[in-house]
């Protein structure tokens, strides 16, 4: 039971690059979600989904996309690189939003030069 | 909107001590609260889920309380050890998950 699965583990980009973070969850869960962790700022939701085809945006969903078109994935796109979006960044999953615990992946530690 | 707020940011105990970790959150209208363990580089553990109807919930060395009308919940860790130190996380759902800022605790051999 491999939990959730996020890639890459780490990735360097340039300002203006796109690129897609990866999650993936195999407990079957309904709710999926992103955060951003920088340091004094604490955990930041940038987007979630309570299911496939449903997506919603969090506190800091500037410069980021998602879609969800399974149950199983929910990635995180970045359209166009800023420094700005230098962070390390979490995938959760949970049953519901609010009645079950939620389960992290290992994160992403991104860097924009 | 719901706030989390942890106390103390940061703590430093000799090893064998057992210390209490605090956590207190507005919105009282939550069916859970979840402690999670952060080491430096790394992703979140969970540690405990504390339903609110329960009072107390246990793992290993750890226990969590929650009292949903005061609003508190802390986490206990009997006879630390070094591979305690870590950032500890509270963190509440209830549209979404709020997370407190964390305490960062080491414990010295």
């Known amino acids: 039971n491999a939990g959730v699965t996020q890639t890459p583990k780490f990735q360097v980009l340039k300002t203006g690059q796109s690129m897609t973070l990866q999650c993936a969850q195999d407990m079957n869960h309904e709710y999926m979600s992103w955060y951003r962790q920088d340091p004094g700022m604490g955990l930041r939701l940038i987007h979630y989904?309570?299911?496939?085809?449903?997506?919603d945006q969090g506190e800091v969903p500037n410069g980021y996309n998602v879609s969800r078109s399974t149950t199983e994935d929910f990635p995180l796109r970045l359209l166009s690189a800023a420094p700005s979006q230098t962070s390390v960044y979490f995938c959760a999953s949970s049953r519901d939003t609010s009645r079950h615990g939620y389960t992290f992946g290992s994160g992403t530690r991104l860097t924009v030069v | 909107k719901q706030e989390v707020t942890q106390i103390p940011a940061a703590l430093s105990v000799p090893e064998g001590e057992n210390l209490v970790l605090n956590c207190s959150f507005t919105?009282?209208?939550?069916?859970?609260l979840q402690w999670f363990r952060q080491d430096p580089g790394k992703g979140l553990t969970s540690l405990l889920l504390i339903q609110s109807s329960q009072r107390e919930q246990t793992s290993g060395r750890l226990n969590a309380s929650l009292d949903k009308s005061s609003g508190r919940s802390t986490l206990y860790i009997a006879a630390s050890q070094p591979g305690d130190s870590a950032t500890y996380l509270c963190?509440?759902?209830?549209?979404?998950?709020?997370f407190g800022e964390g305490t960062q605790l080491t414990v010295n051999p």
């Open positions: 919105d009282s209208a939550i069916y859970n």
């Open positions: 989904s309570v299911g496939a085809g449903i997506t």
């Open positions: 963190a509440v759902p209830l549209s979404r998950l709020t």
